[in-house]
Nanobody, 121 residues
Framework: QVQLVESGGGLMQPGGSLRLSCAASGFNVDEYAIGWFRQAPGKEREEVSCITSTDGSTYYGDSVKGRFTISRDTAKNTVYLQMNSLKPEDTAVYHC??????????????WGQGTQVTVSS
């Protein structure tokens, strides 16, 4: 059974950092592309970052490029999102997701319960 469990969200001041974790079970995190998506109230879900299974290449949305870093630990079967220089517009529920099919791009088919990130002073 596929399961994704996100953690690490919280309340942070602008300019601060958080690291989100996505613990996977039922598959290996290096078998398929897996990524982070976010959704803020009243906005469409947005792909934040993706890591491929072929060569570990990474993708970042323009709004987070240079501030966020995605990585994976195959020993822990966990994917991380390091978020630095946080801005109020980063406030959203963050999900990790995969479709258990694609190797080179992320598809938001299976996701966890999400973790809330709030950036506010």
């Amino acid at each position: 059974q596929v399961q994704l469990v996100e953690s690490g969200g919280g309340l942070m001041q602008p300019g601060g950092s958080l690291r989100l974790s996505c613990a996977a079970s039922g598959f290996n995190v290096d078998e398929y592309a897996i990524g982070w998506f976010r959704q803020a109230p009243g906005k469409e879900r947005e792909e934040v970052s993706c890591i491929t299974s072929t060569d570990g290449s990474t993708y970042y949305g323009d709004s987070v490029k240079g501030r966020f870093t995605i990585s994976r630990d195959t020993a822990k079967n966990t994917v991380y999102l390091q978020m630095n220089s946080l801005k109020p517009e980063d406030t959203a529920v963050y999900h990790c997701a995969t479709d258990l099919r694609n190797w080179t791009h992320c598809v938001n088919k299976y996701w966890g319960q999400g973790t809330q990130v709030t950036v506010s002073s």
